[in-house]
């Protein structure tokens, strides 16, 4: 076979390939979840909550306001389906919604001044003073997230706390896969030179 051949087989006009199994049952999902299959839905995010949370977490410092974007998370993405593009990451729709709503509790939180008094309770007290001051890393870090552009704290929590690749945060946000690196690259100078400063 040449090598024209070969590459006009490849071209999409001349078919699509057959999706995964797991592609098309979450497609099937997805129409179920659009026609209002609460079932499905379920499906669809279940396996995706505990990353969701811990965007939440991290961006709130308290567990009922992370239940509370992790709830406008689920929302949002529900009543956004008909946006997703099957074939496309899942996973990196439904946490840039999380990113996004995190990004805007967190705006709120900062506005209102509450990050102190949201700081996580920790369960083991043996060495209070060790904890203290991971709580107010903690609370600092939220102000710093805070202070980020949309786009910076959304890379943040889909790279670090969601775990996707470049490609996923590049489909999720609408860019190139390249911009995507430069994004998690500076996000990531940023938060270091932070981290430099706040230990001198």
Known sequence: ???????????????????APEQAQEARDITLAINGDGEAFARLVSPHLPTVYR???????QNVLAEDVVQETLTLVYSKLNRYQVGTHFRGFLLTFA??????????????????????QWED??????????????????????????????????????????????????????????????????????LEKRSD
């Open 1 to 19: 076979m040449g090598l024209l051949t070969k590459r006009l087989l490849g071209l999409p006009w001349l078919g699509k390939k057959e999706m």
């Open 55 to 61: 965007i939440a977490r991290r961006s709130c410092g």
């Open 99 to 120: 990113a996004k709503t995190a990004y805007t509790m967190l705006r709120s939180e900062k506005r209102r001044g509450g990050y102190e008094d949201r700081a996580p």
């Open 125 to 194: 007290h043996s060495n209070p003073e060790q904890h203290a001051d991971v709580r107010e890393l903690e609370a600092e870090l939220r102000k710093k997230l805070a202070s980020m552009s949309e786009k910076r704290q959304a890379v943040v929590f889909l790279r670090w706390d969601g775990g996707l690749s470049y490609g996923e945060i590049a489909s999720a946000l609408g860019i190139s896969e390249g911009a995507a690196r430069v994004h998690v690259c500076e996000a990531a100078q940023e938060i270091k030179s932070w």
